[in-house]
């Protein structure tokens, strides 16, 4: 069983940056991961994805330039958020698949994945 734990969200002011951080446990398997993010009212988007450590990620047209996705040889996926918008403002999930995407319609189709977390609030104020 895979568990996965989202931290790093907040309140922060327009422009500024956060670092979120998704600690996964359980039996590895290799698979791409993603964050996904869900504000009120409106349906779970793709954010970003990453194949394995150290390949190039696929982002969300909006969000590219700003955020950068990332994960260590070990069990830890981030995404570090910068030059931040209120309309980033949502509910930011890290989700893992049993399969690695390379495709970039796959890598962003909630669907794609097996597991997700809990969710981490990130609120940005203007």
């Known amino acids: 069983q895979v568990q996965l734990v989202e931290s790093g969200g907040g309140l922060v002011q327009a422009g500024d940056s956060l670092r979120l951080s998704c600690t996964y446990s359980?039996?590895?398997?290799?698979?791409?991961m993603a964050w996904f993010r869900q504000a009120p009212g409106k349906e779970r988007e793709f954010v970003a994805s990453i194949p394995r450590n150290g390949e190039t990620g696929f982002y969300l047209d909006s969000v590219k330039g700003r955020f950068t996705i990332s994960r260590d040889n070990k069990n830890t996926l981030f995404l570090q958020m910068v030059s931040l918008k209120p309309e980033d403002t949502a509910v930011y999930y890290c989700e893992k698949a049993n399969t690695i995407y390379y495709d970039t319609q796959l890598a962003a189709r909630d669907q794609s994945y097996a597991y997700w977390g809990q969710g981490t609030q990130v609120t940005v104020s203007s």
């Open positions: 359980g039996r590895f398997s290799a698979g791409s």
